[in-house]
Every structure is written in structure tokens, then in C-alpha cells.
């Protein structure tokens, strides 16, 4: 009963480097998201991918790339990582469909990532 | 544009002790309300989601509670515990996948 996997945990950068963070679900849902937490601010949403073959910009896309790669996997590309995307990454996913709207967001455990 | 305030960001409490945390929003405008708990390294667990038509949700000693006209939502976690120690943080739909969050009140409950 796995629900939302993420990899890697942990994850050390240096300025220029790329990297892919992967996201992976069991239950059947249909949406995923990626969102970054900051000290002292919400999480903020990067992308999200409705459904499988969509995705989306969420409010702070700048310096992203997703690929919903099949229903239960959606991964997060930094192609040049910067300071600024020192931060810790979530996924999470929704059942979401067609219309409704109300469910609840089941998240990872997270990533923290650190760009020098 | 819609903003979550959470208020305190950190609240230190004796077991046993009912509280209160506190949520509010800017734009009424909402389809619903979730409240998260988030433990240190890890993820974050929903622990009630209230529909913009419902007042209030109840989960064992949890119940929140909805005033949309007013733009907030309270927390109520009753006898509290040491295990209950943990940053809760509350978000609002928006419609669509857009999903706003506070950045949290950290809740620390002394043994």
C-alpha cells in the first residue's frame, strides 16, 4: 500500500547540473502534481498533469519540465538547476474525474533538493 | 488572487489542552477546504476536507469547521497529545487543479 513514491530524498546540485526527480502512484488516479515548499511560505504548484498524455503550468513553472510518462508516473526535470530551486519537492496525485472536484490530494514524502 | 493566512505560525501547548488553529482566506470563491498534517521529512497527510456547500467536517478528536462568507476555517483538536505535534497547514480550492496553501502553524504539545 504504497500510495505516492518519490526519488530520490535527498539530492545535492551544483549550479548548471541537470537532474530528474521521479513520482510514481498506486492508486489509480487520474491527476498529478508537483509542488515546492519554501521556508515560511505554502506549497506552491509547478505543474500538474490532469490526466494521462496532459500537462499543465502551475503558478511558478520557470526552470521546469514534466512528462506524464504513463498513469501512475509523472517525473520533474531541472535541466540547469539554480539556488533558487533549493527548495523541497512534493508530488502528489487526485483521482479526479471529468468534473469533480473536492477530492483529496494524497502527497510523497517529499525530496530536498539543495543547488550550490 | 487568492492568499491562505495561517495565524499563529507556532503554538506551544500542554497535553490534554483543546486548541484551536486558525485559517483564513481572501476570495469566498471556493470549492473546498483541506486541512493537511505535515510531520518533520515527511509528507503531507489530509486530514479533513470540508465542500464549499458543508459547514464543518469531524474526524475522531478533529473538526473543522467552514465560514466562507467570512473567509475562515478553524481547527479544532480536542485533548490534545504529544503525537499531535506536527506543522498543519490548510488549503482552498480554487476550481480546476489549483490548490492554495498556507504556509502552516507549527503545533508543538508538551508531555
Known amino acids: 500500500n504504497a500510495g505516492v513514491t518519490q526519488t530520490p530524498k535527498f539530492q545535492v546540485l551544483k549550479t548548471g547540473q541537470s537532474m530528474t526527480l521521479q513520482c510514481a502512484q498506486d492508486m489509480n488516479h487520474n491527476s498529478m502534481y508537483w509542488y515546492r515548499q519554501d521556508p515560511g511560505m505554502g506549497l506552491r504548484l509547478i505543474y500538474y498533469s490532469a490526466s494521462e498524455g496532459t500537462t499543465d503550468k502551475g503558478e511558478v513553472p520557470n526552470g521546469y519540465n514534466v512528462s506524464r510518462l504513463n498513469k501512475r508516473e509523472f517525473s520533474l526535470r531541472l535541466e540547469s538547476a539554480a539556488p533558487s530551486q533549493t527548495s523541497v519537492y512534493f508530488c502528489?496525485?487526485?483521482?479526479?474525474?471529468?468534473?469533480?472536484?473536492?477530492?483529496?490530494?494524497?502527497f510523497g514524502s517529499g525530496t530536498q533538493l539543495s543547488v550550490l | 488572487k487568492q492568499e491562505v493566512t495561517q495565524i499563529p505560525a507556532a503554538l506551544s501547548v500542554p497535553e490534554g489542552e483543546n486548541l484551536v488553529l486558525n485559517c483564513s482566506f481572501t476570495?469566498?470563491?471556493?470549492?473546498?477546504l483541506q486541512w493537511f498534517r505535515q510531520d518533520p521529512g515527511k509528507g503531507l497527510t489530509s486530514l479533513l476536507l470540508i465542500q464549499s456547500s458543508q459547514r464543518e467536517q469531524t474526524s475522531g478528536r478533529l473538526n473543522a469547521s467552514l465560514d466562507k462568507s467570512s473567509g475562515r476555517s478553524t481547527l479544532y483538536i480536542a485533548a490534545s497529545q504529544p503525537g499531535d505535534s506536527a506543522t498543519y497547514l490548510c488549503a482552498v480550492n480554487t476550481g480546476g487543479f489549483k490548490t492554495i496553501f498556507g504556509a502552516g502553524t507549527r503545533l508543538f504539545v508538551k508531555a
Open positions: 502528489a496525485s487526485s483521482k479526479r474525474t471529468g468534473e469533480v472536484l473536492g477530492e483529496k490530494l494524497f
Open positions: 476570495d469566498s470563491a471556493i470549492y473546498n
